[in-house]
C-alpha cells in the first residue's frame, strides 16, 4: 500500500536548535517526494521537493531509498519556522495525485 | 487576488442538508484537486480532475459528489451532509508540468 507516515505530531524546539521532521513512506516504485507547509493563518505551500534538490528558507531534504525516508532538516531553527509540516508522496510521474502524511507541527520557542 | 479562490470561507450547515463548496483558479491549470484536512489524519484526496471531461474518485469519495464546470471551476457538494463531514476543505490546482500544487485559503464546514 501507498502510505507517508509523520510519527511525530508535535516537535518542540528552542530557537537555534536542529530540526528533523521525520518521513517514511511505503511505495514500491519511484516516488515523486515533497514537503508543503501551513503557517498559521495561511494557506499551504510547497515548501520543497526532492527532484530539485534545493534549499529552501535554510530547510533540505534528502531521499534516502534504502530507508525509505525523506527527512526535513534545519540546521537552526526560526521562530518564524513554527507551522505545520506535511510531508506527500507522488505514486507516479503521471498522475499528480499526491499521499499526504499526517503532518507535523513544529513550534519553535524564543 | 488569489490565484486559488474557496467559497464560503466557512460554513455551519445542519444534518441532511445538500451544501456546494466551490472553488475557481485563474492559473490557468488543468489539473484540480479536492481534499479535507481533518486533525491526526493529514489531508485525504475526495476527488479530482485532470480536464473537464475527466472525474476520477480520491480515496473518501463516499458522500460528495464533483462537478467541474469549466477549466477553471471545480465544486464539491455533499448531498447529504453529516456530522463526520466536518472539517477543512482544500482546493488545489496542479499544471501539466506536475509541479507542485496550489492551494486554495480553504472552507471550514462544520455539520450540526
Known amino acids: 500500500a501507498q502510505r507517508v507516515t509523520q510519527p511525530e505530531k508535535l516537535l518542540s524546539v528552542f530557537k537555534g536548535a536542529p530540526v528533523e521532521l521525520k518521513c517514511n513512506y511505503s511505495y514500491s516504485g519511484s516516488p515523486e517526494l515533497f514537503w508543503y507547509v501551513q503557517y498559521s493563518r495561511q494557506r499551504l505551500q510547497l515548501l520543497l521537493r526532492?527532484?530539485s534538490r534545493e534549499s529552501i528558507k535554510g530547510f533540505t531534504a534528502d531521499l534516502n531509498k534504502g530507508e525509505t525516508s525523506f527527512h526535513l532538516k534545519k540546521p537552526f531553527a526560526q521562530e518564524e519556522d513554527s507551522a505545520m509540516y506535511y510531508c506527500?508522496?507522488?505514486?507516479?510521474?503521471?498522475?499528480?495525485?499526491?499521499?499526504f502524511g499526517q503532518g507535523t507541527t513544529l513550534q519553535v520557542k524564543p | 487576488d488569489a490565484d486559488v479562490t474557496q467559497t464560503p470561507r466557512n460554513r455551519i450547515t445542519k444534518t441532511g442538508k445538500r451544501i456546494m463548496l466551490e472553488c475557481s483558479q485563474t492559473?490557468?491549470?488543468?489539473?484540480m484537486y479536492w481534499y479535507r484536512q481533518d486533525p491526526g489524519l493529514g489531508l485525504r484526496l475526495i476527488y479530482y480532475?485532470?480536464?473537464?471531461?475527466?472525474?476520477n474518485k480520491g480515496e473518501i469519495s463516499d458522500g460528495y459528489s464533483v462537478s467541474r464546470q469549466a477549466q477553471a471551476k471545480f465544486s464539491l457538494s455533499l448531498e447529504s451532509a453529516i456530522p463526520n463531514q466536518t472539517a477543512l476543505y482544500f482546493c488545489?490546482?496542479?499544471?501539466?508540468?506536475?509541479?507542485?500544487?496550489?492551494f486554495g485559503s480553504g472552507t471550514r464546514l462544520t455539520v450540526v
Open positions: 480532475s485532470f480536464d473537464v471531461k475527466d472525474i
Open positions: 488545489a490546482t496542479q499544471g501539466r508540468t506536475l509541479e507542485g500544487y496550489t
Open positions: 506527500a508522496l507522488s505514486p507516479t510521474s503521471n498522475t499528480g495525485k499526491l499521499i
Open positions: 492559473k490557468g491549470h488543468d489539473r
Open positions: 526532492h527532484i
